[in-house]
């Protein structure tokens, strides 16, 4: 869908490569989009009345705010992801339910991992079962806000997003290390927990059966997280949660071959728990991020007829090296 000229898109988080790429394909097309964050440009966080003078007549509001989980999680860190998902939907929330002419389609966005590590089967949005840990809490608060009351006027979805590719993110680390001839495999096993991890819900379980890069890795190319929006303003009988993820999930050890691949490198060497646990902290990241097996289908979005533009993930990272 091409946006008309005299559009009004208000994006909330826009500062993120995932941001910037919606803000840039709807002002292509013409639209006007006014962004909320913490330092603006157009309306801050905390400044309610702002927002809602700033929604009030908006076609559309797109919320990406929330803190990068690429973090180490510790106490302040776990907070401040909490925080700057949930009382950020709050706050446009309560814009929403005071504006004259609220916007007639709110997309918020979520995660694919709020549901389970999944290696036996894929999770999909009427029969995928939610997770455990700090990660699974922090996401279903944060749906629940955002579904919380009635708004009459305005439909909602929940974009469930799988790992985003792009040039940038989670993206960028990986080409690195591949390039660096680290690009092989991530293999699980087994680490001590701490009584700290275990009551923060940090610590990744291992799972027999795990081993051998095996873990499943759900994604999604950045040019198809703009096209599901524009598709969800088509169809106004998709609401709730909405799985953001290519119809063909690979695995961690394909998934590495194809990025060597694509960056021309020859040699990527595994990496065991053991290192990755090491590394992580010396990084300041988490092992989940590797670790956990995402095997999510976009059942809803597939059976309402959206066709992917990258459903393999080999042809995504061609075109994001190419780029």
């Not at 690195?176 to 991530?186: C, H, K, T």
């Not at 050890?253 to 021309?264: E, I, L, N, P």
């Not at 728990?273 to 992580?280: A, H």
């Amino acid at each position: 869908m091409s946006g008309p000229t005299g559009e009004r898109i208000v994006l909330a988080g826009a500062s993120g490569f995932i941001g910037s790429r919606i803000a840039e394909a709807f002002r292509s097309n013409g639209a006007q989009v006014s962004l909320i964050g913490r330092s603006g440009p157009d309306a801050r966080w905390g400044d309610t009345d702002a927002i809602t003078r700033l929604i009030d007549g908006a076609d559309l509001l797109v919320n990406l705010a929330g803190k990068s989980v690429n973090c180490r999680y510790t106490p302040e860190n776990r907070a401040e992801i909490f925080r700057s998902r949930v009382d950020t939907t709050r706050e446009l929330h309560a814009a929403v339910r005071r504006a004259e002419s609220p916007p007639p389609l709110w997309l918020n966005s979520s995660t694919a991992t709020i549901y389970r590590h999944a290696d036996d089967r894929p999770m999909t949005e009427a029969a995928g079962e939610l997770g455990e840990g700090f990660s699974v809490e922090v996401a279903t608060a944060w749906e629940e806000e955002f579904f919380r009351g009635y708004l009459p006027g305005t439909r909602r979805a929940a974009l469930r997003m799988a790992i985003v590719l792009g040039d940038g993110s989670a993206l960028a680390p990986i080409r690195a290390l591949a390039r660096a001839g680290l690009g092989g495999p991530q293999f699980d096993g087994h680490w001590p927990a701490t009584r700290a991890r275990l009551a923060a819900g940090t610590y990744h379980r291992y799972r027999a059966g795990s081993r051998g890069g095996r873990q499943r890795f759900s994604w999604v190319h950045l040019d198809d997280v703009v096209g599901v929006i524009r598709f969800l303003r088509e169809h106004p009988e998709l609401d709730g949660p909405i799985n953001v993820s290519a119809p063909h999930p690979t695995d961690n050890r394909t998934f590495m071959a194809s990025v060597r691949r694509a960056v021309g490198a020859r040699v990527g060497l595994p990496t065991w728990r053991w290192m990755l646990e090491v590394g992580s902290a010396a990084i300041r990241t988490e092992t989940e991020l590797v670790l956990k097996s995402r095997w999510v289908l976009p059942e809803r979005l597939e059976a309402a007829g959206y066709a992917f533009r990258f459903r393999d993930h080999e042809a995504a990272l061609a075109d994001i090296v190419r780029r």
